[in-house]
């Protein structure tokens, strides 16, 4: 019995005393940045939060049509087999302001055997990462960069040091 007990003890505390991996050091990551951007309002004045979505809008997609005064933008985009259109919204008549965004996107593919294209289809599967990421720019825009918890930064820097490929390290500004 004591034997077992003494076994159980050293695989828990080898297994917590090794780094996480990289994938769920991201998957951290991304829990961290969804929990602070979900909700998030924006102290800052109307017009600023409008030219910063515009900005961060801008730079993937067209405008399809905007109102700084009612508060709404929306962005198109368009390719050959695939085309959204993403509204953002800013809620609330005061400050601090908030943002929703909604999208609505089609797909379609080729037919080989009339070598044409087939009817838009509409797609329901969005990944929610994308709106996130457009609220993390457009804060980033406003605001600067997000300050991640000093345990998350350790813990990067913990695995970076363990690596010795550039591949396997999490480097800010392209793995978060």
Aim: with cysteine; hydrophobic share 35%; charged share 25%.
């Amino acid at each position: 019995m004591k034997k077992s007990i003494f076994i159980a003890t050293f695989l828990l505390t080898s297994l917590s005393c090794f780094p996480q991996s990289k994938k769920e050091l991201l998957a951290e990551i991304a829990a961290f940045e969804q929990q602070f951007i979900s909700n998030k309002k924006f102290d800052t004045s109307r017009t600023n939060l409008f030219e910063a979505i515009i900005a961060v809008g801008s730079q993937r997609h067209s405008i399809k049509r905007e109102s700084e005064k009612r508060g709404f933008v929306d962005f198109y985009y368009e390719n050959d087999l695939s085309r959204y259109t993403l509204s953002v919204e800013i809620i609330s008549e005061e400050q601090p302001f908030q943002i929703i965004l909604s999208i609505n996107a089609e797909n379609r593919s080729i037919d080989f055997t009339t070598n044409s294209y087939t009817a838009w289809q509409k797609n329901y599967n969005i990944n929610q990462r994308f709106t996130q990421n457009f609220k993390l720019q457009v804060y980033e825009k406003l605001f600067g960069p997000i300050a991640y918890p000093d345990d998350l930064l350790s813990k990067i820097e913990l695995l970076n040091s363990k690596q010795k490929k550039d591949k396997n390290r999490i480097i800010k500004g392209i793995d978060f």
